[in-house]
């Protein structure tokens, strides 16, 4: 059905009559460059809320009319999370009348780049994607999303492998810097440690980036949590909120720790006083998951028999959401890894990363922020050096907070790098104070 007043609610979002605020330029935008060019597929935006999932389509839209290639009409953005929708969203076709609207006021005909923000909110969108993939329409269509959740029904079988996922992560550090201080070509170590420490404290949620004081910072933070609590795990999978709360509590508890069914079923019972099955356990903890807010790590074994029998660890894919509830931080750049484990042998020597291909193990991370403690300095690297020999892995790293050296014991080099530098990749944004 042909609706004005759709596209009266979304004009002025679009391109069609006026620029559009695209944020501050993600180093993504290259990346998904690549995707666009694959030919006759979705692409799926996922990532946690305020990850910057808009700004980034709009940037990409934004560089094909910048570039020509494409008209600014040849454009259409809808956010479905636009409360202006909320009558509209559970008519039984709306995706299409969408559509059809634009196709009808806008572009007849032309080629188009479609973004759909939040589709899952609309019922019955997948049966109307469906139509329009069986119809050929001539278009290139982009979806977002925060939860992993609509990629894993029925809809992406029945794309038939012409759907694609990019995963969006908060900003990285590298990206971090140059928004911090894009008018500097270098930094000095007390800036680069200042801006190091916001990051860690803060972490890399556009929104939150742009905040000016230390509390605006905080109070945006706890209001994306409390949205992904309620709005992406409690609502999007029809769970008791208040138990949501709880686990999640009990989760950034648990930050570069074990988890397990067992314990965290425990721990409720403790809390709530109520009796939850291990099955329920396990649903609150995908649903978290496919959240984008955790992120859980396996233990690395050659059997997979057995490395389900191991708890995993869980890390928050956000350090400044951490912080907001919590006093902790997690390592944001390892968590978007997608072939990343930890290995502990019997005697209970650990390393705390490992990254692998498949079974061949690539590289093996240890964190230390001591490590110039010689009773920890030993611990980590005994630990290491274990793990090199069983896996057979010469690639040996230690996280360290400011500490940098390259140190070779036992034959094997193990290279210590400080946490600013591996964010960076080794990338120069600093000189050495003099």
Request: charge should be positive; include cysteine.
């Amino acid at each position: 059905m042909i609706r004005k007043e759709v596209i009266d609610i979304i004009s002025d979002l679009n391109f069609w009559y006026r620029n559009q605020e695209i944020g501050f330029k993600r180093n993504e935008l290259s990346e998904f460059l690549k995707f666009y060019s694959l030919k006759d597929l979705i692409i799926f935006i996922l990532g946690m809320r305020r990850v910057g999932k808009t700004f980034l389509s709009k940037q990409f839209l934004a560089y094909l009319i910048n570039k020509k290639e494409i008209l600014p009409e040849e454009t259409l953005y809808v956010n479905f999370e636009d409360p202006a929708f909320e009558r509209f969203l559970s008519l039984p076709d709306f995706l299409g009348d969408v559509y059809e609207s634009y196709r009808y006021y806008i572009n007849k005909d032309k080629f188009c780049v479609i973004v759909f923000d939040e589709i899952h909110r609309v019922k019955n969108w997948e049966k109307s994607l469906r139509i329009m993939l069986e119809k050929r329409e001539n278009a290139k269509i982009i979806i977002t999303g925060s939860t992993s959740k609509m990629t894993k029904g029925k809809i992406f079988k029945t794309l038939a492998g012409r759907g694609t996922k990019f995963i969006l992560y908060p900003v990285d550090f590298c990206n971090f810097l140059k928004i911090k201080d894009s008018h500097k070509k270098f930094l000095s170590e007390k800036e680069m440690e200042k801006i190091l420490r916001e990051y860690l404290e803060f972490g890399g949620i556009p929104l939150v980036i742009i905040q000016k004081g230390r509390l605006e910072k905080k109070l945006v933070l706890k209001e994306i949590y409390e949205q992904i609590l309620i709005r992406d795990v409690a609502l999007e999978y029809d769970f008791d909120e208040e138990l949501v709360r709880k686990i999640g509590y009990l989760l950034l508890n648990s930050t570069a720790k074990y988890v397990s069914v067992r314990k965290l079923r425990n721990s409720v019972k403790s809390i709530m006083h109520i009796d939850i099955s291990p099955t329920t356990i396990n649903k609150y903890l995908k649903a978290f998951e496919d959240s984008f807010l955790f992120h859980f790590i396996p233990i690395f074994s050659y059997s997979i028999k057995s490395a389900f029998q191991y708890p995993k660890k869980c890390y928050v894919n956000d350090t400044g959401l951490a912080n907001s509830v919590l006093n902790d931080f997690s390592l944001g750049k390892l968590t978007s890894l997608q072939e990343l484990c930890y290995w502990k042998d019997a005697s209970g020597k650990e390393v705390d990363f490992l990254i692998k291909e498949g079974l061949k193990v690539k590289q093996l991370i240890q964190v230390c922020y001591d490590i110039e403690n010689t009773e920890v300095k030993t611990r980590e690297i005994k630990s290491l050096l274990k793990a090199s020999r069983e896996l057979n892995c010469k690639n040996l790293v230690i996280i360290t907070w400011n500490f940098e050296k390259e140190e070779k014991i036992e034959d094997k080099k193990i290279k210590l790098i400080p946490l600013g530098n591996w964010l960076l990749e080794n990338k120069k944004y600093y000189k050495p104070d003099v």
